[in-house]
């Protein structure tokens, strides 16, 4: 295999190489195996020292390869540190996953392998498996053994590979599965390139911030200035100098002896009370989250060199949707995005695919009276402009009960005229609910899968008691109301992840002067590019342009409209 040879042609677009260390070594040597689209090996492999690792993936990185590895967040960080970016890869362990639980998979000892080791809870919702801890700050040097874990060889790589492209070419249907297996392994790419080249985050403005809410930074262990105000204002109104406000239980108890009967210390069931106490507890619970959550601490763990590198778990929800372990990088709450700025002369894009899970009820059902009434325009008030009198509230709260289960009290009353007007798409989620019921699977549009309930779940249901008849039917209720959001909020993550892809590849393509990656910041259907602010023009149009390719990438071409807003702002916090 030619390591060096930068020559692309249309013979190797379909070409592998996987990447392990080489057998019978210690992990000094290693391995770079060429291989065909069947996963058979074409030559011997290329044998080189771990630090010509980076060298070697670089001169082969110009034929375009799919990089077949254990796992991206083990070898691919690295690389990005040699600076050496890749294209494409094949992620083993995100496909383990997608296998073992889709539906569209036959039966293989592969495949039955995967399954017999497959653990699930009650069967409301499938056990998350997330990463391992990460390692502690300059554990391992550059191709060091990654992460601290010993990977298989490179012989076992390029067996489960093959066994991995097997069960791909057996799927019910194939071309849906191998798009999700390739839309699941670039998001690991992309997640890594998030997190090496970071989120800009201005310290001295979030200090500012806190400073502004919390007062100066205490000594280690103090209250700030402001929290220890509303602690003391708290005392005196419930007539209670010791009380500790950061105890629930020490609050709820003041709270009854005040003759203020809550059953928690929950913001919504506060806000009904009138009591002078109930104002500085509010305001010292919204200080307290943001203390906790945002506050000095925080900074000093996760904001370095102006950028904030949090650490995101690709498919760590069940239905596909990214997690993330450290930092709450999914929940960057108003009160501190203002410290979210780009650098100088440079700008943020703020792409946000609207309404897309409906829309992606309608392309799911192939309904064409809900896809007219996305067509241009607000979904919501499509929809009560066709069979609500106009009323966007009653529209929108009809469409979210029907994909969210939410089927009783005034969403319930709304679902019969919905499924009159649109019983194609309804029908989807109603099939899907009777499945849950049932303790059956389902899939999302490209194939990523629902388990079955457990066996567990399944002997709670054969019942010989009224109340245990009660219970039972409450489990199949609510895996009814899961596995009726699955298949639409899972599809839509498909879709998202498309976008994705698409986004990397035509910004790799362009002419933006900046680093590979210039995606900064990902949330479900929302979108952030960090680009110079005399390209803001062209980075949104490849946004939009991105949308409508993953559209036909994942549903083909079809009438529905998959509308991107996109904004140009010099905050974060001007986005919304």
């Known amino acids: 295999m030619d390591c060096g040879n930068d020559t692309a042609t249309a013979d190797n677009m379909d070409m592998y190489i996987a990447v392990a260390p080489a057998p019978s070594t ?8 060429a291989l065909d689209p069947r996963g ?34 083990r070898w691919y960080p690295d690389l990005l540190s040699a600076g050496v970016p890749v294209d494409r890869c094949w992620d083993l362990a995100l496909t383990r996953a997608l296998l073992a639980d889709s539906p569209a998979c036959r039966s293989s000892p592969y495949i039955d392998s995967l399954r017999a080791t497959a653990q699930t809870d009650d069967g409301t919702e499938p056990a998350r498996i997330l990463l391992p801890p990460p390692p502690p700050p300059n554990q391992h040097s550059l191709f060091d053994e990654p992460r601290g874990v010993t990977g298989p060889f490179v012989d076992d790589v390029v067996g489960q590979f093959a066994a991995q492209l097997d069960a791909v070419a057996r799927a019910v249907e194939p071309g849906r599965l191998n798009l999700l297996v390739a839309a699941e392994s670039a998001g690991a790419l992309i997640a890594a390139e998030m997190e090496f080249w970071g989120l800009p985050w201005r310290r001295d403005i979030h200090e500012e911030l806190l400073e502004r809410s919390l007062g100066a930074r205490p000594p280690e262990g103090a209250r700030p200035a402001e929290l220890e105000r509303l602690a003391g ?7 209670n100098p010791a009380l500790n406000p950061d105890s629930p239980q020490d609050v709820l108890r003041a709270l009854h002896r005040a003759g203020i009967e809550v059953k928690t210390t929950r913001s919504w069931e506060l806000e009904r009370q009138q009591h002078p106490a109930i104002g500085p507890l509010l305001a010292y619970k919204k200080l307290s989250r943001l203390l906790t959550a945002n506050g000095w601490n925080w900074l000093d763990a996760w904001v370095h060199d102006g950028r904030f590198r949090p650490e995101y778990v690709v498919g760590g929800v069940v239905s596909g949707r990214w997690a993330s372990r450290g930092g709450g990088a999914l929940q960057i709450p108003h009160q501190v995005r203002d410290a979210v700025r780009p650098d100088e002369g440079h700008v943020f894009i703020v792409a946000d695919a609207a309404q897309l899970e409906p829309r992606v009820l ?6 064409s009276s809900l896809a007219a009434a996305a067509r241009g325009r607000d979904l919501y008030q499509g929809i009560a402009d066709q069979g609500f009198g106009g009323d966007r509230a009653k529209a929108k709260l009809a469409m979210l009960g029907a994909m969210y289960g ?14 009159r007007a649109y019983p194609q798409a309804i029908g989807v989620v109603e099939a899907a609910a009777r499945a849950g019921e049932a303790g059956d699977g389902v ?20 019942t010989t008691t009224a109340e ?21 909020q899972s599809s839509a993550a498909e879709w998202a992840l498309c976008w994705l892809a698409e986004i990397r590849r035509r910004l790799a393509a362009s002419t933006i002067p900046e680093p590979r990656s210039r995606i900064a910041f990902f949330l479900h259907d929302e979108v952030v590019l960090h680009v110079p602010a005399d390209r803001a023009e062209e980075a949104a149009i490849i946004l939009d342009d991105a949308a409508r390719a993953a559209t036909r990438l994942v549903f083909g071409d079809i009438p529905i409209e998959f509308s991107i807003t996109t904004v140009t702002v010099a905050s974060y916090a001007d986005a919304k």
Request: with cysteine.
């Open 26 to 33: 210690s992990g000094g040597t290693m391995a770079l195996q």
């Open 40 to 73: 058979t090996r074409t030559g011997d492999p290329l044998l080189v020292e771990r630090e010509g690792l980076a060298s070697a993936v670089a001169g082969a990185e110009g034929r375009r390869p799919r990089w077949v590895w254990d796992s991206t967040r």
């Open 233 to 239: 204002e708290l005392r005196t109104a419930l007539g």
């Open 362 to 367: 309608a392309a799911l059902g192939q309904d």
């Open 406 to 419: 939410a089927t009783s009290g005034e969403s319930g009353r709304l679902m019969p005229q919905l499924t």
């Open 443 to 462: 899939s999302s549009h490209l194939g990523r899968g629902c388990p079955p309930a457990s066996d567990e779940w399944r002997a709670r249901q054969r």
């Open 468 to 488: 245990e008849q009660r219970r039972a039917d409450g489990a199949a209720r609510a895996r009814g109301r899961f596995t009726r959001n699955f298949v639409v």
